[in-house]
Nanobody
Framework: QVQLVESGGGLVQAGGSLRVSCAASGRTFSTLSMGWFRQAPGKEREFVAAMRWIGGKYYADSVKDRFTMSRDNTKNTVYLQMNSLKPEDTAVYYC?????????????????WGQGTQVTVSS
């Protein structure tokens, strides 16, 4: 089992920045493929970013060049740095994990999910 706990969400003005974190426990973190997804009110959950344990990142077109995903294997934590935020980035952000070494962009492939953290961008 893998436990994931997100933190760092909040309210920010459009154009601002925010960093959300996801702490993992229960498995060797370096063997986990990690991803970020988000779900806005009334919409389906969508892919945001993903990375494997070393190198190799992939971003949704809507966040490319604004969001940066990183991981610290010594702290068992992944981060999502969000810059130039827009009101349409408002959503609950979830991190996800799977014991696999490649990059995973499909929601249904992930085995473990955090509880989510709310990010609200005001105009």
């Amino acid at each position: 089992q893998v436990q994931l706990v997100e933190s760092g969400g909040g309210l920010v003005q459009a154009g601002g920045s925010l960093r959300v974190s996801c702490a993992a426990s229960g498995r060797t973190f370096s063997t986990l493929s990690m991803g970020w997804f988000r779900q806005a009110p009334g919409k389906e959950r969508e892919f945001v970013a993903a990375m494997r344990w070393i190198g190799g990142k992939y971003y949704a077109d809507s966040v490319k060049d604004r969001f940066t995903m990183s991981r610290d294997n010594t702290k068992n934590t992944v981060y999502l740095q969000m810059n130039s935020l827009k009101p349409e980035d408002t959503a609950v952000y979830y991190c996800a994990a799977k014991e696999r070494l490649d990059i995973i962009t499909v929601e249904g492939v992930y085995d473990y999910w955090g509880q989510g953290t709310q990010v609200t961008v005001s105009s």
